[in-house]
């Protein structure tokens, strides 16, 4: 049953059963969230269902991480909701098409790698965050059709239902891995509802899942410059937010699998997804973190999971309608609750009092940000900008120079630190012109020339010493600081000596 397959990129064993029962609970998991979701955009369920199916089934063939599942989010319904409103679904078809040509184009041009510049703190203000909107999503199972919440016997019914789909879902992985307990947990729920006769709320009560093969569509909307600009904008945050939600669940999967996935690969694989969803009256959408834990918790590992999740749930949808609504919601709010849980940095706790208080403070940020606007794009920029300029403004405190005179007269200055924006003011602080001899050298062996800020603070510098008749060298520049200050040789006597060699690491995915 175990094999090694080159196919499935990383050259593991491949347990086909665990595959094949991963993707069928990750394919129950799908329809009640793709229904929800297609409902917050305003859209019909199968607008959903078809999203998640040819976003599933794509990211699976194409991506660039083996076991992630992707299909229709919350994230994307966010997004586009505005425009469902106010022009209906064939500008969101049209949307979804765009999106994802721009998600190829991100991939193509290697803007993946762009996910490096996300700080941890980060990362765990968005896994903690989404970990708590995975949750808070759930409670919607606990109100009745006019929102109110449940009380007396069905609430009893139904918290006694999720205990025990979360009581197997902890408990079995601890007696055997054979099967997924997720799977496990919901089909014995669904064994106790109809041996019993449970009235309890079914999938069939969020809305029909009937439906036929995903139809061929080009969206009917004008090809105007005015459709252009209707579209356009909500197709740049939808290729954003995607891509974000799609590289970032990328990185927490290679952790937690100790692996690494192709970022940019992955790229042109949600925009492959997003274009064909688009002309299959799909939604669109992105990775999903909640599916992909429950596929890797289950010990799925290669595209195989993924594949069979997408297929299954286009068999539901064409023949197993009657059957899957039956399926009492109890069991699937258990396993997302779970999947919150396990999603949730609880380590980050430990962390408070260890962790630098900047770092504390973009973490919270970023997870209120994410429960409250539901906007991972935003959460995520703003903690990178924070984060880049905190960053920078202890670099630029760190800039120092060592001052010596050499036995023909000739003052040094060795610079330590990198020369930047923040740091041209401590850097000029460190010249003394009116009192140093007439020859002096900035050694930059332990520093770099990094910007044009950097750049102009060197030319004005040399102007000054020139001014009083002094010379100015510059020495162990290196090739790329060089570069820069090309534009600067008539004012700067670049004097290299035993520069040092940089190995820049090329990502060639």
């Given amino acids: ?212 093969f995903p139809p061929f569509h080009i969206p009917m909307v004008p090809f105007t410059f005015e459709t252009l600009q209707v579209i356009t904008p909500y197709a740049v945050i939808m290729a954003g937010v995607g891509l974000i939600e799609s590289l970032l669940t990328l990185n927490i999967i290679d952790e937690i699998t100790e692996t690494r996935g192709r970022g940019n690969k992955e790229c042109v694989a949600q925009g492959t997804a997003n274009v064909l969803s688009g002309f299959f009256s799909g939604m669109g959408g992105c990775a999903m973190l909640g599916q992909s834990l429950i596929n890797i918790s289950s010990g799925a590992r290669a595209r195989l999971s993924g594949i069979v999740a997408a297929v299954m749930l286009l068999i539901f949808i064409m023949f197993g309608a009657g059957l899957i609504g039956k399926l009492p919601m109890a069991a699937l709010t258990g396993v997302m609750i779970m999947v919150s849980i396990g999603t949730f940095e609880w380590v980050s706790f430990r962390m408070i009092g260890k962790i630098p208080k900047t770092d504390l403070f973009v973490g919270i940020l970023v997870a209120v940000i994410t429960v409250f606007l539901h906007n991972l794009a935003l959460a995520v920029l703003i903690g990178v900008i924070i984060s880049a300029l905190v960053f920078a403004w202890d670099n630029a405190k760190r800039i120092r120079a060592r001052k010596r005179m050499d036995e023909n007269g000739v003052k040094y200055y060795e610079i330590y630190g990198p020369l930047f924006f923040g740091s041209t003011a401590v850097f000029n602080d460190k010249f003394d012109i009116l009192n140093d001899p007439e020859e002096i050298v900035i050694d930059f062996s332990e520093s770099r020339v990094v910007d044009m800020s950097a750049i102009d603070t060197l030319n004005k510098l040399t102007e000054r010493y020139q001014k009083v008749g002094k010379k100015v060298h510059l020495k162990h520049l290196s090739p790329d600081c060089r570069k820069l200050l090309k534009n600067a040789d008539a004012l700067i006597d670049v004097n290299v000596i035993e520069d040092p060699t940089y190995k820049v690491v090329v990502d060639k995915i």
């Fill in 1 to 212: 049953m175990k094999k090694y397959l080159n196919l499935f990129d990383f050259k593991q064993k491949v347990d086909y059963k665990i595959e094949i029962l991963s993707g069928l609970t990750v394919a129950l998991a799908l329809i009640p969230e793709a229904i929800a979701f297609a409902f917050m955009a305003e859209l019909s369920p199968l607008t959903g269902l078809y999203a998640a199916f040819v976003m599933g089934l794509v990211a699976s063939v194409l991506g660039g991480r083996p076991g992630m599942i992707s299909g229709a989010t919350g994230a994307v319904a966010v997004v586009i909701v505005s425009l469902s409103i106010s022009h209906g679904p064939e500008y969101i078809f049209a949307t979804v098409v765009m999106a994802g040509i721009l998600q190829i184009l991100a991939g193509i041009f290697k803007l993946g790698k762009f996910m490096r510049l996300v700080p941890q703190p980060v990362v765990y203000g968005f896994v903690n965050g989404l970990a708590v909107i995975i949750f808070m999503s759930q409670l919607g199972q606990f109100k009745n059709s006019d929102g109110e919440w449940l009380t007396g016997n069905p609430l009893y019914t139904l918290l006694g239902l999720v205990v025990v789909t979360m009581f197997i879902i902890w408990g079995l992985p601890k007696l055997s891995k054979a099967i997924p307990s997720s799977l496990v947990a919901i089909l014995v729920v669904f064994g106790i509802v109809i041996t019993f006769g449970i009235d309890t709320k079914t999938v069939g009560d969020l809305a029909s899942i009937e439906g036929g």
